[in-house]
């Protein structure tokens, strides 16, 4: 079984259709996404018309704020949530549409276990908000915590995103992060004696100073990070047409930052 899976779209477009074309040379057998479709960016319909059809799709702390309330956002990212909460709402589109979108959202998991392997949007302890940063690996009451959750779930790979910042955390005899490009973008992960937390990275807002388009090819115990060169200039003119969302979030896509 050959999985691409992605995060963190944020309703980028045109980063979503060059991962999707990429995805297609890559010949998988399926497509898994670990959330936040949408928050951000200015194209949140055509992004949930497209995630709809993957096998899994887990519910993001965005989504999670279009469907409950932005708690915790700052400023910007909850404009950018009331934006799109108004784009599932438009008036101008066929009122089924609409729904079939909110519905959409209302299916989204928080968490899908696939024998020793966990998919996540967060961490294996809170799926949907808890952030693990790539310098939380120097925090071992935190990363312990993390890498025992969730109690009673026999996982020994655990898929996660949300932070927009790809790499791989380990459970040696201390934790450790290493970034793609310290294992030449790809690694086996079988018969490891301890726990691997695998962050994507992101789609359409990646925040590791490259602004290519980050994705993982699961390959049976081979894990491949890429990225995916994209038109930025077209996302950031749809961003122009969308003048309540702030520009600043336009802006940090040329630099993935
Ligand atoms: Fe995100």
Redesign the pocket.
């Known amino acids: 079984m050959k999985q691409a899976i992605i995060s963190?779209i944020?309703g980028n477009l045109a980063a979503f259709e060059a991962v999707l074309d990429d995805i297609s040379k890559e010949k998988v057998d399926e497509i898994y996404c670990l959330g936040?479709i949408i928050?951000y960016g200015p194209d949140p319909r055509a992004c949930l018309e497209l995630a709809h059809r993957f096998p899994i799709n887990l519910l993001?702390?965005?989504e999670e704020a279009v469907l409950m309330g932005a708690i915790g956002f700052n400023p910007k990212a909850k404009a950018a949530i009331d934006w799109t909460r108004d784009q599932l709402n438009l008036d101008s589109q066929p009122v089924e549409k609409n729904r079939q979108l909110w519905n959409f959202l209302g299916s989204l998991k928080r968490r899908h276990l696939d024998g020793e392997k966990l998919f996540v949007h967060g961490s294996p302890r809170d799926p949907t908000r808890e952030y693990i940063f790539h310098q939380d690996w120097q925090d071992r009451k935190k990363m312990d915590e993390i890498f025992a959750s969730p109690e009673g779930v026999r996982w020994k790979i655990c898929f996660t995103?949300?932070t927009?910042f790809p790499g791989i955390f380990t459970q040696e005899n201390t934790y450790r992060f290493y970034e793609p490009k310290a294992f030449n973008l790809q690694f086996n992960h079988e018969n490891l004696p301890y726990r691997v937390i695998v962050n994507v990275g992101?789609v359409g807002?990646p925040r590791d100073g490259d602004y290519r388009a980050s994705y993982v090819v699961l390959n049976g115990r081979n894990v491949q990070f890429k990225r995916i060169d994209y038109d930025v200039q077209r996302t950031i003119a749809r961003f122009r047409a969308c003048p309540e969302l702030p520009e600043y979030l336009a802006r940090r896509l040329e630099e993935g930052k």
């Open positions: 963190d944020h936040d928050g993001g702390n965005h995103g949300h927009h992101s807002q």
